[in-house]
């Protein structure tokens, strides 16, 4: 059944200097349906003499039909920046007030029947800070505002749609708990290693039973704590849009980056290995690979030039 959704996305300010191109996160919304409408919210715009290159201001207000679920419309945004704002609610609930971001809010319109589900809303949390709790918005402090909702600890709703937030679900844990977590489960590993051969010159079925048991748990908690350190290749792939376009306009070249296959997840050791070498073969294919338009259109091409930025699908390893 196609639902329409009303969408709100309004990236942090510093979410470029991040690495998100926030247009990748509209698009991956785009696939999920037909985006009916779209609106820029551009209240947060300095002067133009005030105007930082390197911040995000805009917002974005769109209307999705689509047969996503609740569940599915988060799944978009659980990769964005921390300090992010987004929230979404079906067409005919009832329409939330902003969420409350760098101390500023304003009303999206007056209550619906009481017997909509309220709209889920939510603030990408910023590392280093208590884990995020998810709540409806109130209003501004000047206005007079009832007490503040109750947030349920569980999904609601008869589809099954989560709560206003994923504080019940998601937690952060330091990088350094996690190496360390990582070290000890490499040591038990190989400790039932040790185990396992030891038992093979033991005719104890109980034995046999018990090493065998063990085998199985450090194997699954190894599996469940790496894939706690991936992460999507996606978190690197998306600064490169910003440094084609700062390279573009420093040359005064027409380059169009293209990104694919950008779902997988690697260990978060190997995207910060791959980090600088990437971002250097992108600028050197910005700067030889590509030439003037002018040049470009003598020798029969297009002025604007094509630069690909991805992984090959279906391969059982990544390139």
């Known amino acids: 059944m196609r639902r329409r959704w009303k969408i709100r996305f309004t990236p942090s300010r510093d979410s470029l200097r991040q690495g998100l191109e926030p247009l990748l996160v509209l698009r991956e919304l785009a696939t999920l349906g037909t985006v009916s409408s779209i609106e820029v919210d551009t209240r947060q715009l300095p002067a133009l003499g005030d105007l930082d290159p390197a911040s995000c201001y805009l917002g ?4 999705l039909e689509s047969a996503a679920t609740a569940a599915e419309l988060e799944d978009v945004f659980a990769f964005v920046e921390r300090g992010a704002e987004y929230e979404f609610e079906e067409a005919g609930g009832t329409p939330p007030a902003a969420a409350a971001g760098a101390g500023e809010a304003a009303e999206l ?21 208590a884990p995020p709790v998810a709540a409806r918005s109130t209003p501004p402090s000047s206005a007079p505002s009832p007490p503040p909702a109750s947030v349920p600890s569980t999904p609601a709703g008869a589809d099954g ?8 679900s998601t937690i952060r844990v330091d990088v350094g708990l996690l190496d360390r977590i990582m070290n000890t489960v490499g040591e038990l590993v190989l400790a039932r290693n040790q185990i396992l051969q030891f038992t093979l010159n033991i005719e104890d079925a109980n034995l046999q039973a018990a090493s065998q048991r063990l085998n199985l748990i450090a194997s699954e ?21 910003r440094l ?14 293209e990104i694919e296959g950008a779902e997988p997840e690697l260990d978060r050791t190997l995207l910060e290995a791959i980090k600088d070498p990437l971002t250097h073969i992108v600028r050197n294919s910005c700067d030889h690979g590509v030439e003037a338009p002018e040049v470009r259109e003598r020798r029969g091409k297009a002025a604007e030039g094509r630069l690909l930025l991805g992984l090959p699908r279906g391969r059982a390893r990544d390139h």
């Open 244 to 257: 084609v376009r700062d390279l573009a306009h420093d040359t005064g070249k027409q380059i169009r980056l």
């Open 161 to 168: 749609r989560r709560a206003a937030g994923a504080g019940d």
């Open 60 to 63: 974005w207000k769109l209307t």
């Open 109 to 129: 319109g007056a209550a619906a029947p009481t017997h909509a589900e309220p709209a889920a809303t939510q603030v990408a949390p910023d590392r280093g800070e």
């Open 221 to 241: 908690l190894q599996e469940g704590v790496m894939k706690t350190r991936m992460q999507p290749i996606a978190m690197v792939f998306g600064m490169m849009p």
